[in-house]
C-alpha cells in the first residue's frame, strides 16, 4: 500500500496526538473543553456520503484502526483496562488519555490508512454505506491552517474484532470513568483512505494521494 503523505501524517496524525497530549496537560476542565471545541474538526471530521438515502454528510468521531498483528494484544490492554478503571473517574480518564498516547498514536501499532468510529443510529450514512461502499471525510486543521477532503471505501462491521475495538475504545473514554453499565455498544464503520485532496486554501482541491 503506498505510503501516505507525510503533510497529511503531520497535520492529522501528529496535531491530534499532540492535542491529546494538551488535554493531559490541562490543569482544568474549562481548558480540556476549549481544546475539544477549538479542534472539533479534526477529531470529529465531517463525513458525506451519497446514495438511497440522498446527499447526507454529519460528524464523525473518528480514530485509528490497529495494524493486524497488534490488534488482538490492544483488544486484551482495553478489556483489561475496562475492568481495572470502571467508574473511577478522572482517574480512569487520566490513564484512558495516557494508554491512547503511548498506542493508539504510535504508527507501530495503527495502520494510518484506516479510520474507524460508531454508527449510533441506522439513518442516512448507513444506508448510503451499504449501498455504495464510499464516504468522503472533510478534515479542517485549526484555526486554519489546512484542510483535507479523504474519500474512501467504507463497510460496517457489527461483530469481530474491529467491532470490539471500537467499542472498548470508546467505552475507555466516555463509559468507563462514569460506570455506565448500560452504555450500548454500536456497528463500527471503516474507512480505508483512497484519495486525499489538499483542500487548504494554498492548493484549492489539489490531489495528493
Not at 11 to 29: C, D, V
Not at 62 to 71: C, G, I
Not at 108 to 115: G, K, S, V
Amino acid at each position: 500500500m503506498k505510503q501516505l503523505p507525510e503533510k497529511f501524517i503531520q497535520e492529522i496524525f501528529n496535531e491530534r496526538k499532540h492535542m491529546a497530549t494538551k488535554i493531559m496537560q490541562a490543569g482544568n476542565l474549562d481548558e480540556v473543553q476549549n481544546l475539544l471545541i477549538k479542534n472539533s474538526y479534526l477529531l470529529s471530521p465531517i463525513v458525506a456520503t451519497c446514495g438511497p438515502a440522498g446527499p447526507n454528510a454529519a460528524p464523525f468521531m473518528v480514530s485509528f484502526v490497529p495494524r493486524p498483528e497488534k490488534l488482538d494484544t490492544m483488544i486484551q490492554q482495553l478489556r483489561s483496562m475496562r475492568e481495572q478503571l470502571w467508574g473511577k473517574g478522572g482517574k480512569a480518564m487520566s490513564e484512558a488519555l495516557q494508554w491512547i498516547v503511548s498506542h493508539v498514536y504510535n504508527l507501530d501499532n495503527i495502520d494510518p490508512h484506516y479510520l474507524a468510529s460508531h454508527m449510533m443510529s441506522r439513518g442516512h450514512t448507513w444506508i448510503n454505506i451499504l449501498s455504495t461502499g464510499k464516504a468522503t471525510l472533510a478534515f479542517l486543521i485549526p484555526p486554519d491552517r489546512g484542510a483535507y477532503e479523504v474519500r474512501t471505501t467504507a463497510w460496517i462491521e457489527e461483530k469481530g474484532p474491529i467491532y470490539e475495538y471500537v467499542n472498548l475504545l470508546h467505552d475507555l473514554m466516555h463509559a468507563v470513568p462514569h460506570g455506565e453499565s448500560s452504555h450500548p455498544w454500536y456497528p463500527a464503520v471503516i474507512f480505508k483512505i483512497e484519495e486525499i485532496y489538499d483542500n487548504s486554501y494554498q492548493q484549492l482541491g489539489t490531489r495528493i494521494y
